[in-house]
């Protein structure tokens, strides 16, 4: 791979310290720093050289990214193009990416923590408990951007797991009504919103009450919606699990330690 590379970095939630050391360090060598500033505060561009240019690609195509990338990484500079959270989820990297490969461009990828994982962090929440769920989805509803039918968030909904629902506050309605549905109204739900940011607010609620508590916080952007059995084990019952893991039981062995039994 050659070692001046176009770099896709993920820039974390949005609080500059959950930024990777390696994405920090490609900053900090980046002559050119085009971020997606709709979403990526400017606290995580103090990581940046100050000599470096800034590019804000809220207003910029596809063509016109790709073009600045491309002319910039010909002329010998180093290019960082920053995504927030991990650009592989809801990043629009792909289409990128192929038109850098048309242009024969040679890039890679830094992965980045996405909302979901700083918000079970914020909520001080695990996504996966021992005979609970043992299954995370990341997921959206259906709207300007299409969503596959098997992939509708009442079809996955009747798996019962935990799910992280990006993209979708807009239409909290609807994704109340799903969650209702699959969950029960009396499940306990989330709203995360901002996380990352100075302004961050985490929200619990029950599913019947997803959407009133959302228009009383005005939230209609950047917010996750949490929900899952796991919640109700966790913020319902204050921290008694139905069942322990086994990783730490004294009466299971494993390759790096014998049971309490022998």
Request: aromatic share 6%; with cysteine; net charge negative.
């Amino acid at each position: 791979m050659n070692e001046n590379s176009v770099i896709f970095a993920g820039a974390g939630p949005g609080d500059p310290e959950l930024i990777t050391v390696k994405a920090q360090n490609a900053l900090c060598c980046a002559d050119i720093v085009i971020y997606a500033g709709s979403l990526v505060p400017e606290a995580v561009l103090k990581w940046a050289d100050k000599k470096a240019e800034l590019i804000n690609s809220a207003s910029m195509h596809l063509e016109e990214i790709v073009q600045k990338m491309a002319e910039s990484y010909k002329s010998g500079k180093k290019v960082v193009r920053l995504h927030t959270g991990d650009p592989s989820l809801y990043g629009a990297i792909f289409e990128q990416m192929a038109e850098l490969d048309r242009q024969s461009v040679p890039y890679r990828v830094i992965p980045g923590v996405t909302a979901a994982f700083a918000a079970a962090a914020a909520m001080q929440i695990e996504f996966t408990l021992p005979e609970v769920s043992q299954t995370l989805i990341f997921t959206r509803m259906a709207g300007r951007t299409p969503v596959p039918e098997l992939e509708s968030l009442s079809s996955l909904a009747k798996h019962k797991a935990s799910m992280a629902i990006y993209l979708s506050i807009s239409l909290i309605d609807e994704v109340q009504q799903v969650l209702t549905d699959a969950y029960g109204p009396d499940s306990i739900c989330a709203i995360a919103y901002c996380v990352g940011h100075p302004e961050e607010k985490i929200m619990f609620m029950e599913a019947k009450d997803l959407a009133k508590k959302a228009r009383e916080e005005n939230i209609t952007r950047q917010a996750l919606v949490i929900a899952g059995q796991t919640l109700d084990f966790q913020k319902r019952e204050q921290g008694s699990p139905a069942k322990k893991s086994k990783l730490y039981d004294s009466h299971f062995s494993h390759g790096f330690r014998q049971s309490a039994n022998g």
